[in-house]
């Protein structure tokens, strides 16, 4: 076995065994010139439009599944289940962020980006198209959705976010704070270069952990917000389906993640990745 190396030594001697990128500009204009920029704005689109027509299609055929009326008796115990549809988000991003990652980065959520312009791993031009990327996405996926089950779509809800009874704002509020939290963190964590030459002896598939946190995030909030944690998401399914309470809940679903992704950003950079530029390390060196 090889000798164990002290992080901290070396990078307190100025050796890495990694390379951090240069900082995003915060306005590159040369960027609007690059075909690259549009290529990843397209996949951006068509990404979040496949994501929320799986996962809307997926919540719409559960409440068809398990509706009494619709299905007969026994309907209660068919259907995916909650698990199912936790399963469908946190699988679509799995498989759209692997997909997309070598080209656009995968975000497919406008608070992902938003938190990796902060941690300025893009520009403010790149942040801004990707995020109308991603809402205009959105809306092409849920339409699709109403066009394709028009009946069943109107009837369960449009898969829109809307707050559940017996929950306070706050509640609900902190609920997406802390739910995109996890997921931007991971996102931070499976995309760091430090990281991944420290785990270079364990190849590490960076779509898995982020698809895995959005399934379990949607797990604990389901039953509270219908899990947003992506504004893209909450917004296509409002806009489609255009219900007042739809409408009226949606500022949690943007301020939330919003937040959430601040805040993770600012962990992940100033707290985690200090050592790493020029705060030293806590611990004491021979």
């Known amino acids: ?6 992080v901290s030594t070396l990078e307190a001697g100025g050796v ?23 290529r990843a704005v397209i996949a ?7 994501f929320l027509y799986i996962t809307v299609a997926t919540v719409i055929g559960y409440k068809h599944q398990t509706d009494a009326s619709a299905s007969g008796p026994g309907a209660a115990c068919g259907g995916v289940g909650v698990l199912g549809i936790a399963w469908a988000f946190g699988g679509m991003i799995f498989i759209l962020v692997y997909c997309t990652a070598g080209i656009s980065g995968g975000h497919i959520n406008p608070a ?28 092409c996926g849920v339409a699709l959705v109403k066009g394709f089950q028009s009946g069943l779509y109107a009837r369960y809800g449009g898969g829109a976010n809307e707050v559940s009874a017996g929950y306070s704002t706050g509640t609900e509020l902190a609920a997406e ?16 270069p430090k990281r991944n030459a420290r785990d270079s002896h364990v190849p590490v598939l960076a779509p ?20 947003g944690i992506n504004p ?9 389906y255009n219900n007042s309470k739809a409408w009226s809940d949606q500022w949690i679903f943007w301020v939330g993640p919003f937040i959430g992704a601040a805040i993770a ?6 707290v985690l990745r200090a050592s790493a530029r020029g705060y030293g390390s806590f611990r004491s060196n021979a």
Request: no cysteine; net charge negative.
């Open 208 to 227: 898995l952990p982020i698809g895995f946190a959005v399934f379990m995030v949607h797990l604990a909030t389901i039953p509270i917000t219908g899990t």
């Open 265 to 270: 950003a600012l962990y992940h950079q100033i």
């Open 44 to 50: 951006e689109f068509v990404a979040t439009l496949l």
């Open 112 to 139: 992902v980006t938003f938190g990796l312009f902060l941690a300025r791993k893009v520009s403010l031009v790149r942040a801004l198209l990707y995020m109308a990327a991603q809402s205009l996405g959105a809306i």
């Open 177 to 192: 704070i802390v739910g995109t939290f996890v997921l931007v963190y991971t996102v931070f964590s499976a995309t760091d």
């Open 232 to 240: 893209a998401r909450s917004l296509g399914a409002a806009v489609v």
């Open 16 to 38: 890495r065994d990694y390379a951090d990128p240069p900082p995003a500009p915060l306005i590159d204009v040369d960027e609007l010139g690059k075909w690259s920029l549009y």
């Open 1 to 6: 076995m090889g000798k164990e190396v002290d």
